[in-house]
């Protein structure tokens, strides 16, 4: 069984010679240096590699689905994040290796996905403090017409404040294409109808921020059994801070506070 574990950059980037013993190879998005990357490029083949200042990472994903048409597992994390089986090291010999993704895979899950992130807002109002409240309106209005079936889910998850965030996966091929066929149909038709002139860069990137929204909805749905492994930011090294959360949200304890701080919200109606 072929497994791909595809790492995108937009940065000049390598791979050690055991990520890529391990089915890790680098796939560098958007213009630059990068060019430069082992891999492959997501301005080649069969591409939208054009449209990375407002899909993100997801032009890497585009070009993994329509492209690799031999790996029988496939996924893809950053060049600054991957899933682990550490609970705080972030040594890269920890990173999933193949034997580990084959034996989730065994044990009857659907998908490998990061620790659910708990917010103290919905993610309606999460979403509007990076874009812009017209565009969820347009989102929601296209998943109504094409994909009614998932408006219960997609309700549920917008009112809430827990999400798979980071639109990083790995999956089985069947689920791997069904879920881009699903998520590339909709952003597509968000964007024929959505206008960015005036939208800052970061505004801009609106099809990134749906997405990360969009694969909890997909989850829920489709009933997946997901296996939750933590995502690790290797860039963080030295940050006391962000291991302090990072063990809390292993323990759950970070959860257990943001979900109180979310139901004592005395804001939380408005933004349901």
């Known amino acids: 069984m072929k497994i791909r574990n595809y790492v995108v950059t937009h940065k000049k980037k390598s791979l050690s010679d055991n990520l890529k013993k391990n089915g890790y190879r680098l796939i560098s998005v958007g213009p630059g240096n990068q060019e430069n990357n082992e891999g492959v490029h997501d301005n080649t083949l069969e591409n939208i590699s054009e449209k990375n200042p407002n899909y993100c990472e997801l032009t890497a994903l585009y070009w993994i689905w329509k492209n690799d048409k031999k790996s029988d597992i496939m996924g893809f994390c950053h060049y600054r994040r991957y899933f682990t089986k550490a609970t705080v090291s972030q040594d890269e010999k920890y990173f999933l290796k193949k ?19 708990v917010c103290a807002k919905s993610m309606n109002y999460v979403y509007r403090m990076a ?12 998943i109504s017409e094409k994909y009614p079936e998932y408006m219960k889910e997609y309700d549920y998850v917008f009112e809430h404040n827990v999400t798979y965030l980071a639109n990083m996966m790995i999956a089985q091929r069947e689920v791997f294409d069904d879920y881009c066929k699903w998520l590339f149909d909709i ?17 801009a990137r609106i099809y990134g921020y749906m997405s ?29 801070k962000y291991k302090i959360k ?15 701080a979310f139901l004592f919200n005395k804001n939380r109606k408005k933004y349901l």
């Open 131 to 142: 874009g812009k409240e017209k565009d969820l309106d347009t989102l929601r209005a296209v």
């Open 187 to 203: 952003l597509f038709e968000v964007e024929r109808r959505t206008d960015l002139t005036g939208y800052t860069p970061a505004e």
């Open 99 to 117: 034997r580990d993704i084959l034996k989730v895979f065994e044990e009857g899950y659907d998908v490998i996905a990061p620790i659910k992130t």
């Open 246 to 260: 990072e063990f809390n949200i292993k323990t759950h304890i970070y959860q257990g506070m943001r979900n109180v």
């Open 212 to 240: 990360e929204r969009l694969f909890t909805v997909y989850v829920m749905h489709k009933h997946l059994r997901v296996k939750e492994i933590r995502a690790v930011n290797i860039e963080k090294k030295n940050d006391i």
